[in-house]
């Protein structure tokens, strides 16, 4: 709830539009503005009225812990809002990768329904998916590492490796996004 409900304040409603700033001519206004093209197409509205479901994700999610009566490092806590952040940034450069193909598909109203589809396998953990949906879910669309990361990492632990690759796909990720990113714009 609380990655998801980030990604719907801060990215999604950013990113659906940008198919319009293409179809309307407004892209070439945004251009030549002394700011990152990516950075004020992604955060340029924030739906503040999505913040309290946030709140309500952290008090939720502190409810259930203090029933699990788990002994729980701070430095845990720490590692869990990263891995939740990574999360975030994964999720953000993967739609990102397919929003962008909007400077060559004008028309792409089917962003939602792939949000959709693409975060319905989220629901359940990373564990229950055998291979090849586990690779796929891992590596390639790597839902369980956005949303199932963190919560496993508080409450079951997860290996270091596990967490080094979180890091390393999130970071490369948003490199990859970045790069398509700009390489659409000049296209």
Partial sequence: MIIDESWNAFFSDNLVRLSDYVRLGELDHILLLPVSTQFFVSLRHVLIFTLPN??????VTGYFLSKLSLDIAWWHY????????????????????????????V????????????????????????????????????????????AEFLVKGLSWELVVISFVLGLGFFFIAHKFFYFGLKH
Wanted: proline share 5%.
């Fill in 54 to 59: 946030i709140v309500i994700g952290f008090c």
């Fill in 78 to 105: 720490l590692l869990t809002g990263l891995l939740a952040l990574n999360g975030l940034i994964l999720l953000y450069s993967f739609m990102l990768l397919l929003v962008t193909s909007t400077f060559w598909i």
């Fill in 107 to 150: 028309q792409l109203r089917a962003f939602w329904d792939l949000y959709n589809v693409m975060t319905y396998g989220a629901k359940y953990p990373i564990s229950f998916y055998q291979n090849p949906l586990h690779f796929l879910f891992m590596f390639i669309v790597p839902l369980g590492v956005i949303f199932t990361f963190p």
